[in-house]
């Protein structure tokens, strides 16, 4: 698989995560059907796009999985902010861009 093809699945996956992570959380315990589905459709969906970059010919395992879970962090925070209008302190945007430089630092070093 071309190298490109790999991140952008990489990336698609990432996106997914805080998706399911919603859905789950709207399910209630999977009171409400729709979302306890959608949610488990997507926690497979995002495990099997994981696992294409994961190869070692491509991205690897570690650095795959960093930038799934910093990206997935990252964006439940922001879905937190404007789904459940969760406040945003200072203190929190240091430790997400802590993440960022953590992605980037994991990008440079693994080549």
């Known amino acids: 698989m071309d190298i ?3 991140w952008v699945i990489l990336i698609i996956a990432s996106i997914i995560e805080p998706i ?4 789950l959380d709207k399910s209630e315990n999977f009171k ?11 926690v497979l969906a995002c495990l099997y796009l994981l696992s ?3 190869n070692p010919e491509n991205i690897g395992p570690g650095v795959s999985y960093s930038i799934l879970a910093g990206v997935g962090a990252a964006g439940i925070v922001l879905i937190g902010r404007v789904l459940y ?3 945003l302190t200072v203190r929190k945007l240091v430790f997400i861009a802590m993440i960022v430089v ?3 630092g994991v990008r ?3 080549g």
């Open 52 to 54: 294409i970059p994961s």
């Open 108 to 110: 440079m070093i693994s």
């Open 4 to 6: 490109i093809w790999a």
């Open 32 to 42: 409400k059907k729709g979302w306890g589905i959608s949610a488990i459709v997507l």
């Open 85 to 87: 209008r969760e406040k």
């Open 102 to 104: 953590g992605i980037v």
């Open 20 to 23: 399911w992570v919603t859905c």
